[in-house]
Nanobody
Framework: QVKLEESGGGLVQTGGSLRLSCTASGPIVSINTMGWYRQQELVASVTNGGVVNYGDSVKGRFTISRGGAKTIDLQMNSLKPEDTGVYLC?????????WGRGTLVTVSS
């Protein structure tokens, strides 16, 4: 089955940076969208064609990138305390949603 594995969370001070990664395994199709969510809100997503979408609160600070059909990274800069939360990796393909277990990001003030 499809599995998503996240890595890269941790504790950082305000203004610091973190990089999250997510790798998908299993039956992955070439046409899909992968992204990150926090508290059920979109943080950032990227299609297989490279079209990106960001939540309003992270525009200009976060950058999402893809390493092929199965891997995404999220570079998070200028982190704020309100960025704190569990970041869940998401894969959308063939009309279905798949979720990772999440990685915790904590930004201290």
């Amino acid at each position: 089955q499809v599995k998503l594995e996240e890595s890269g969370g941790g504790l950082v001070q305000t203004g610091g940076s973190l990089r999250l990664s997510c790798t998908a395994s299993g039956p992955i199709v070439s046409i899909n969208t992968m992204g990150w969510y926090r508290q059920q809100e979109l943080v950032a997503s990227v299609t297989n064609g490279g079209v990106v979408n960001y939540g309003d609160s992270v525009k200009g600070r976060f950058t999402i990138s893809r390493g092929g059909a199965k891997t995404i990274d999220l570079q998070m800069n200028s982190l704020k305390p309100e960025d704190t939360g569990v970041y869940l990796c998401n894969l959308k393909q063939s009309g279905l949603d798949y979720w990772g277990r999440g990685t915790l990001v904590t930004v201290s003030s």
